[in-house]
């Protein structure tokens, strides 16, 4: 086998090694009998109970194929609620009487998983004693093998996992549960207007992922990072962004030798690599897969996150997914650009050379807005993270205010349709705008929708806010069970009435009346924003506590379990759980600004002082400099050490804080700002401070020493 790896020149059929590492469905047609072929497809497609025989017949045939590619263990691979991954190896070894072994697994083995539970989160779902947990085989998504670098084979299976009575204690559960309820609607909608060919409706994602690399011998001298995946402290570099040079910049031979191997790792996995380029911080990339269906998408996301950063390791980098690993510069989010498509290719988000006409698109657009305006509380709370908190808001990331970008010419036609205007397009007034030289609407190339958190992008949506460390299973569940509900209630209308055509403007009309305040095309960062928002009543949740309190409503009770998403117990756990989680990564924060500063910013500074002492006392007090300095200094780290302590206190009290709203209330309100203010101080001390006596590396070495 070549060296895919190695910097040869070799060149590789790319199309040769795409999937190799899959059991996909060219693998599956050629190693399974034609009627299991045939009855797992229909599982997979149509959602029809699997057999056990069938699963037998699968799972041996999994297992030759996994064992001829080197492995020798099986893991259900699952998404607990913490935006990782999980897997428990299990080797393919059963003993025989006569003491060897052979390699076994069964459809049991292949469908059910037993792992012990007990330490995931379960917000109260699952009580410590009940560790029991169950992973459950998800046929469509396709199992994979993993490889290391050390020649380690391990086929993975994705599974959605569950406790023993049957709650969602994953993110893949209820993510199935609403691809399901968004297709059920969709097509109800579809036969009202008169097709009768479409089966059903897959939601489709393509996410982008931001992500930052840095040196690994930096990263190792830096506990923040090592902690908490961000820097806790650090004054700016004396250059940032503002050159705008990075953007697109062309790819230094590390970073493009980085990104060539992971393109590899990732294209065995099936994953769609596809885009890759300089994002606009300095050391920030990103990279896009094509689009597929939400579960895929979202099982590859999180194989894309995990491959970057042992991929980055293996070029002694370190990949850092946070959202705000600098101060300053920008931080890294996650692009969920998000339609709907039918089994027959129809993507129901295509407005087409005329859109005014198309009343599928109209319908469908309209419905996504409803929803989206609707729901702009559920939505902003899936995409609620501590890190996100630093992102949603600052000046380079939408704001924390839902709204959504049609574009002029959609704007347009939407508004006039609900004033019973009549459009024209394509004449006159529209020839200003080139449609008639484009074969399609011209889609998102204006620079005023980049800040808006929710865009219509020519065919799709894209969803702007998620944060580049979280799953994406979260925010495309609320996608899906919003659109649900939006596409519901129209399906009902359209089944009752008899002129569907007026009955589509009727609702084009009413969703502008009642909605259209969501819809802002202009400049999301701008100051007068935010106050014209507000008059128009749609909400600004600034943070992780206030947001997630969305779970908590009657509203959300209600959307999640009319559609059988989460039920009001799941959908409580899940807050419970987020909300810990919060105060946990602010709590880490805590522990970790206090070790630096303990333990390696206060020595260092007073060592200086020392230096400074005695260098006045050589001088016999005759150098204002060099008091100056000393003064400046111990001042400052007398105020560093009172802050210190505030940390500290905070922390102390919040952690001691038994209910969860309020614990969390806390470390927003005492604990993070006390941080903030720490670092103020600690940052003015470095700029003070010579380079060589600061004890971790500074921003000019980490974002400008790749
Ligand atoms: P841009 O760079 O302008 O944001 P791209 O055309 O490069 O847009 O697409 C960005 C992402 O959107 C890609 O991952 C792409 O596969 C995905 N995408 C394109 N069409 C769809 C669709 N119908 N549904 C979901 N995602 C889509
Ligand atoms: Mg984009």
Not at 87 to 105: A, L, Q, R, W, Y
Not at 177 to 188: L, N, P
Request: hydrophobic share 40%.
């Amino acid at each position: 086998m070549k060296d895919h790896n190695s910097s040869s020149h070799d060149a590789v059929d790319v199309t040769d090694i795409f999937g190799s590492n899959v059991f996909n469905d060219k693998i599956m047609r050629e190693r399974l009998p034609r009627e299991t072929y045939k009855s797992l497809k229909d599982t997979i497609e149509n959602g029809t109970v699997l057999k056990s025989e069938v699963a037998d017949v699968v799972a041996n045939a999994m297992k030759d194929w996994a064992i001829e590619k080197g492995a020798t263990h099986y893991t259900h691979w699952f998404q607990p609620l913490t935006n990782f991954t999980a897997e428990k190896h299990d080797s393919f070894i059963s003993p025989t009487p006569n003491g060897s072994v052979i390699m076994e697994f069964s459809g049991k083995q292949l469908i059910q998983g037993e792992p012990d539970a007990s330490s995931f989160p379960s917000g109260g779902l699952r009580a410590t004693f009940e560790a029991r947990g169950y992973t459950a085989w998800d046929c469509t998504s396709p199992a994979f093998l993993k490889t290391d670098s050390a020649g380690h084979v391990t086929l993975c299976i994705p599974t959605a996992f569950c406790s023993y009575h049957g709650e969602a204690l994953d993110k893949k559960t209820p993510l199935l549960r609403s691809m399901a309820a968004v297709s059920k609607q969709a097509i109800r909608v579809l036969k009202a207007m008169g097709n009768a060919t479409s089966k059903s409706v897959t939601s489709t994602v393509g996410p982008e992922q931001e992500y930052f690399l840095i040196d690994k011998q930096f990263y190792l001298e830096r506990p923040d990072l090592m902690m908490c995946n961000r820097t806790l402290f650090g004054g700016p570099s004396p250059k940032g962004q503002e050159l705008e040079d990075q953007y697109f910049g062309f790819l230094k031979d590390r970073i493009s030798s980085f990104m060539k191997d992971l393109d590899f790792e990732l294209w065995k996995m099936g994953v769609s690599a596809k885009t890759k380029h300089n994002e606009v911080a300095p050391a920030q990339f990103e990279i896009a897969p094509i689009f597929s269906t939400t579960n895929i998408a979202t099982d590859h996301n999180q194989l894309v996150m995990e491959t970057l950063q042992k991929v980055a390791l293996r070029h002694d980098l370190v990949c850092l997914l946070h959202e705000k690993p600098f101060a300053g510069i920008n931080g890294s989010g996650k692009h969920n650009n998000w339609s709907l498509s039918t089994n027959d290719g129809i993507n129901l988000l295509e407005p087409g050379n005329t859109p005014n006409e198309n009343e599928q698109f109209l319908a469908f657009c309209c419905a996504i807005i409803k929803a989206v305006d609707t729901h702009s509380d559920i939505l902003r709370a899936s995409t609620a993270t501590t890190g996100n908190d630093h992102r949603l808001g600052a000046n380079e990331a939408p704001p924390a205010i839902i709204s959504i970008f049609m574009g002029e010419l959609l704007t347009e036609i939407l508004f006039k349709i609900a004033k019973g205007e009549k459009i024209e397009i394509g004449g006159k007034s529209y020839i200003k705008v080139g449609v008639d030289t484009l074969p399609n609407l011209p889609k998102d190339n204006s620079d005023r929708n980049r800040t808006s958190p929710f865009a219509f992008t020519g065919n799709k949506f894209e969803f702007r806010m998620v944060g580049s460390s979280a799953s994406i299973a979260g925010p495309n569940v609320v996608l899906n069970t919003i659109a649900a509900e939006a596409l519901d209630d129209l399906a009902t209308r359209l089944e009752k009435a008899k002129n569907k055509s007026a009955e589509i403007t009727a609702y084009v009309k009413e969703v502008i009346e009642l909605h259209g305040k969501v819809i802002f095309n202009g400049n999301n960062y701008s100051e007068e924003w935010v106050g014209e928002a507000e008059k128009r009543g749609l909400l600004n949740i600034k943070n992780t506590v206030d947001a997630l309190k969305a779970y908590l409503q009657p509203k959300a009770h209600k959307l999640f379990s009319k559609y059988r998403i989460l039920t009001k117990e799941e959908l409580h756990s899940r807050y419970e759980i987020y909300v810990e989680q919060y105060s946990k990564y602010i709590n880490i924060e805590a522990n970790c600004s206090s070790h630096m500063v303990r333990r390696q910013y206060i020595p260092a500074v007073i060592s200086y002082l020392n230096f400074l002492g005695q260098a006045i006392n050589s001088t016999k007090g005759s150098s204002p400099v060099m008091e100056d300095l000393l003064a400046k200094i111990s001042k400052l780290l007398d105020s560093t050490y009172a802050k210190l302590q505030q940390v500290e206190e905070a922390a102390a009290k919040a952690k001691s804080t038994t209910d969860v709203t309020k614990q969390a209330e806390q470390y927003r309100d005492l604990v993070f700002t006390s941080i903030v203010s720490l670092r103020e101080d600690v940052d003015a001390l470095e700029a003070l401070m010579p380079r060589s006596l600061w004890p971790v590396p500074v921003y000019a070495d980490m974002l400008f020493k790749l």
